[in-house]
């Protein structure tokens, strides 16, 4: 669902016309514009829209998550416990015999080990299981030209593994591979991620200069799309890279910029770096 269907929706259930919910904040035709996705509101009219409507800005646009089987209770359980950062239990529950069980096509095994590597790497940084359970998603990835979002995330994520524990690893063919022709295709908001993990291999492996220049792409990528997703750690990492560079004045612009999407969009900040 777009913002702009989202607020649609909002404001037909609380049986507002466009001209009354638009009264005191912005013009009839820019709310209009706004519902047929052909105006992007800038923070303070999105929040004051929200606040008029009843919606919780955060429920507005949500990345999809991947499914490891056919039946949705166990996909909302994996979403639940990501969501709540329970990395230990949902790394029992994938390694359960009886969840396995409910993971049957070649798409599911993917998602399936993508999670667990994902897992490994949030309880153990010093484990090599992380990077063995990322290779096996990678590795169940059906031939196609351009990857998909989950065979992207998998790559740069084994990236960012293999970075963290061996700043000078040769990481720069996953991370190419990651990044290929990511345009192509129907975008998809998870896309948002794999820009912000090429900043972060680039951040761990001390190069600066390549880290910004891929965050930056990753902010006009999102942006292009009319996407929020991840911006807040983008313009996070952004901030910590100009303070470490001694930029003061761009790192606070970065740091405020992180906190406005923080707040607006409830997005949980990476705070392991």
């Given amino acids: 669902m777009t913002l702009g269907t989202a607020l649609k929706q909002a ?24 519902e047929n996705d052909r ?15 009843g919606v919780a800005v ?15 209770a166990f996909n909302d359980r994996v979403r639940q416990m990501c969501n709540a950062h329970q990395y230990q239990q949902l790394k029992d ?3 359960q015999p009886t969840t396995l069980e409910h993971v049957q096509t070649d798409e599911q095994t993917q998602a399936y080990y993508y999670y667990l590597g994902v897992a490994c790497w949030q309880v153990d940084r010093t484990s ?30 084994l990236a960012v593994v293999k970075a963290h524990h061996h700043p000078q690893a040769p990481v720069a063919a996953l991370v190419t591979r990651a990044l290929a022709d990511i345009d192509a295709g129907a975008y998809e908001e998870n896309a948002n991620i794999v820009f912000y993990l090429a900043g972060l291999v680039a951040y761990e492996q ?29 313009y996070q990492l952004m901030a910590q890279l100009a303070m470490a560079a001694g930029e003061t ?9 992180s906190q406005v999407f923080k707040d607006l969009f409830k997005e949980q900040i990476n705070d392991r770096l």
């Fill in 11 to 34: 404001r037909k259930a609380q049986q507002l016309n466009q001209k009354q919910a638009a009264r005191g904040i912005c013009a009839q035709s820019m709310l209009s514009a706004i």
């Fill in 39 to 53: 105006y992007v509101p800038n923070a303070r009219l999105l929040l004051a829209l929200c606040q008029r409507l």
């Fill in 58 to 72: 955060s429920t507005l646009s949500l990345a999809d998550d991947f499914e490891i089987s056919a039946e949705q």
């Fill in 93 to 95: 529950w994938l390694l």
């Fill in 128 to 157: 090599d299981a992380a990077q063995q359970n990322l290779r096996l998603a990678i590795g169940m990835a059906a031939p196609s030209s351009p990857p998909t979002t989950l065979t992207r995330l998998a790559l740069i994520s």
């Fill in 206 to 234: 001390h190069d600066s200069q390549l880290a910004v220049a891929r965050l930056t792409q990753g902010l006009a990528f999102a942006t292009t799309h009319d996407s929020h997703y991840m911006l807040a750690n983008i």
């Fill in 249 to 257: 004045a761009t790192a606070q612009v970065a740091s405020q910029r």
